[in-house]
Nanobody, 123 residues
Framework: QVRLEESGGGLVQAGGSLALVCTAS????????MSWFRQSPGKEREFLAG???????FYAESVKGRFTISRDIDENTVSLQVNGLKPEDTAVYYC?????????????????WGQGTQVTVSS
C-alpha cells in the first residue's frame, strides 16, 4: 500500500507559479500511474495531469501548456509545476495513484489519494 502526501501549496498572486510535490512512502511510485486532480468548493473533482508507470504524460486540455507533471524516481516523488496561475485555479490539489494504469483521467478508478494541498490565487 502506498501513502501519498502533497506539499507546496500556498497563496500566490495571479500570474505566479508554484511547484506542488507528492511524496510517496510504502511503495515505489513508478509502478503506478500517478495523477494530479483538484477540487474547489461546489465544483466536481477535475483531472489535471498524469504520468504512467512508463513515463508517458497526459494532460487536461484546460491546463496543457501551463501545468507540467514530472517524477523523480530516486526521490519517489511526483511534481506538478503550475505556471500562469489564475484566480480560478484556486482549489485543493490532490495526487493519486492508480494500480491498474487504466483509469487515466477518471478519478473514480484511482486507488490511493493524498490529503491535498491548498492553492489560493489572488487577483
Amino acid at each position: 500500500q502506498v501513502r501519498l502526501e502533497e506539499s507546496g501549496g500556498g497563496l500566490v498572486q495571479a500570474g505566479g507559479s508554484l511547484a506542488l510535490v507528492c511524496t510517496a512512502s510504502g511503495d515505489r511510485l513508478n509502478t503506478y500511474t500517478m495523477s494530479w486532480f483538484r477540487q474547489s468548493p461546489g465544483k466536481e473533482r477535475e483531472f489535471l495531469a498524469g504520468i504512467s508507470w512508463s513515463g508517458n504524460t497526459f494532460y487536461a486540455e484546460s491546463v496543457k501548456g501551463r501545468f507540467t507533471i514530472s517524477r523523480d524516481i530516486d526521490e519517489n516523488t511526483v511534481s506538478l509545476q503550475v505556471n500562469g496561475l489564475k484566480p480560478e485555479d484556486t482549489a485543493v490539489y490532490y495526487c493519486a495513484a492508480d494500480v491498474s494504469g487504466w483509469s487515466l483521467r477518471n478519478g473514480d478508478g484511482y486507488d490511493y489519494w493524498g490529503q491535498g494541498t491548498q492553492v489560493t490565487v489572488s487577483s
